[in-house]
């Protein structure tokens, strides 16, 4: 079935390095990619998406692309701020297999930033 | 425009009772699904709903089901309650598919002591 696998955390940064959380992907056909981010106490805020190779999904700074060739959707930020910490999951969604009509979520990482 | 509610926010039951969790979708969202979010198993779908009928259905056992109504609104109920059912339950809706995206709740916090 499809799968996500995301980089381990937590991942601890200081007030504007430079982000990169990474998420490879397993599934037939073309998926849809998704970030997420929950803040604490919260649900998912949708981040950015994706739904064909190539396209580039951004939002608040936060940029991803989707890699066919290599099954990735990493995220990206050039400049974190404190505000953005939070944990990131990264999911997909698949109308060519069993898993059509949900998302499938990798585990998470939790980014603390620190001033 | 509002957004996906939940009700209630906090819940604990006692082990053996069930329980009823509420869930109004965006409006002119008909697709609502529900997921479990646990810290050992992470997010996990439970099912989802379009137009009243249960479209797909994760991998739970049958103490856990749910419903939709003629207004997009939904329910799931899970029965029995177990200790391991602790965990936060969260709605999305999307307009259709979910192609574009969910819009998650905010989520209720179920413990089950």
């Known amino acids: 079935g499809d799968s996500v696998t995301q980089m381990e955390g937590p991942v601890t940064l200081s007030e504007e390095a430079f982000l990169t959380i990474n998420c490879t992907y397993t599934a037939t056909g073309y998926p849809s990619l998704f970030w997420y981010v929950q803040y604490p106490g919260e649900g998912l805020q949708l981040l950015l998406k994706?739904?064909?190779?190539?396209d580039k999904g951004s939002n608040k700074g936060f940029e991803a692309t989707y890699r066919k060739e290599t099954t990735s959707f990493h995220l990206e930020k050039g400049s974190v701020q404190v505000s953005d910490s939070a944990v990131y999951f990264c999911a997909l969604s698949n109308p060519h297999s069993g898993s059509a009509r949900q998302l499938t979520f990798g585990s998470g990482t939790q980014l603390t930033v620190l001033p | 425009k509002a957004g996906v509610t939940q009700t209630p926010r906090y819940l604990i039951k006692t082990r053996g009772q069930q329980v009823t969790l509420s869930c109004s979708p965006i409006?002119?969202?008909?697709?609502v699904s529900w997921y479990q979010q646990t810290p050992g198993q992470g997010l996990q779908f439970l099912f989802e709903?379009?137009?009243?009928?249960?479209?797909n259905k994760g991998n739970f056992p049958g103490r856990f089901s749910g419903r939709q109504f003629s207004n997009s609104r939904s329910e799931m109920n899970v029965s029995t309650l177990e200790l391991g059912d602790s965990a936060l339950y969260l709605c999305a809706s999307s307009r259709t598919d979910g192609g574009d995206g969910y819009t998650f709740g905010s989520g209720t916090r179920l413990t089950v002591v």
């Open positions: 409006s002119g969202h008909r697709s």
């Open positions: 709903y379009f137009s009243e009928t249960q479209r």
């Open positions: 994706a739904t064909k190779a190539d």
